[in-house]
């Protein structure tokens, strides 16, 4: 079995999401700063601080994956207010998406929120995607391209207003951590047999192949098919090599040029290795 990770910085100036690999326990965080863009501790955002606490609370390993989410979601929230947070406006919040397995007896406990996926591959070469669900950005990508024509000067306020708009959405049409209680009902935990799988792939939104017209349902087949040809690295290069081609953004409707990346790629699955991680 191999393990392959990557942990890397995007445009921002620091790197909001995590990665955590604790024994038989494998997580990613991807962090979002609130909109008031406030920094703390010497200059860290909210999501960097988001993300940080989530992954230090999967690293215990002790409970359940539910419940390690439940702990990580009110550590979230005691930071915010050590912080002095305003927690009753929503666009003031840290927050977190979070996608964390753990292997064992043969078998795979998953917990998932917001935009971290969790994919199965199988050995007949087919996938699986633990939770599928609109992309809560679709509307917002949607705008993007209209942002910078001419003789549409409302358009920049129309898409800070959008952003705004989603934002408060938080908990109440898709799921993050962010230290509100609701976080908990848009949890997604379960349990997948592993005996036909034979590599799981953990990654952040920043992994996701970029793509001219935004999809509201995203398709990972690309994805998985450049995985299993080029392996984490070079899908990870791909990704940055389109990138490149478009920093403005305009050909493939995005919040930044490069944004971070979280992934966690585990090879070439077997009973043995599979019982060697408890």
Avoid at 39 to 59: Q, W
Avoid at 160 to 167: L, P
Wanted: some cysteine; aromatic content about 8%; hydrophobic content about 35%.
């Amino acid at each position: 079995m191999k393990i392959e990770h990557i942990l890397e910085k995007g445009s921002g100036n620091l790197n909001e999401d995590a990665v955590v690999i604790e024994k038989n326990l494998f997580g990613v965080f991807d962090g979002a700063t609130s909109l008031e863009r406030k920094t703390f501790e010497n200059g860290k955002t909210g999501g960097f601080l988001a993300s940080s606490e989530a992954e230090s609370v999967f690293r215990k390993n002790h409970f359940p994956l539910i419940d390690l989410a439940r702990g990580a979601n009110k550590a979230i929230c005691h930071r915010m207010m050590a912080h002095g947070v305003d927690l009753s406006r929503k666009e003031n919040l840290w927050s977190t998406s979070a996608a964390v397995i753990r292997l064992k007896d043969n078998t795979l406990e998953w917990v998932q929120t917001g935009d971290a996926y969790i994919i199965l591959i199988f050995h007949d070469g087919s996938h699986k995607v633990l939770i599928e669900q609109d992309d809560h950005d679709y509307e917002t990508l949607c705008l993007w391209p209209a942002r910078k024509e001419a003789g549409n000067p409302g358009m920049e306020k129309a898409l800070a207003d959008q952003i705004r708009k989603k934002r408060c959405e938080m908990n109440l049409t898709y799921g993050v951590l962010n230290g509100e209680d609701k976080a908990i009902d848009f949890l997604h935990h379960g349990y997948e047999p592993l005996d036909q799988v034979k590599d799981i792939l953990l990654f952040t939104d920043g992994l996701s192949i970029p793509s001219e017209l935004p999809e509201k349902k995203k398709n990972f087949s690309p994805l998985v098919d450049l995985y299993q040809t080029l392996g984490l690295g070079g899908l990870k290069n791909r990704i940055r090599e389109m990138e490149d081609l478009d920093p403005q953004c305009s050909r493939y409707p995005r919040f930044k040029p490069h944004d971070d990346i979280a992934a966690i790629s585990i090879r070439g699955l077997s009973l043995s290795s599979k019982n060697s991680l408890q």
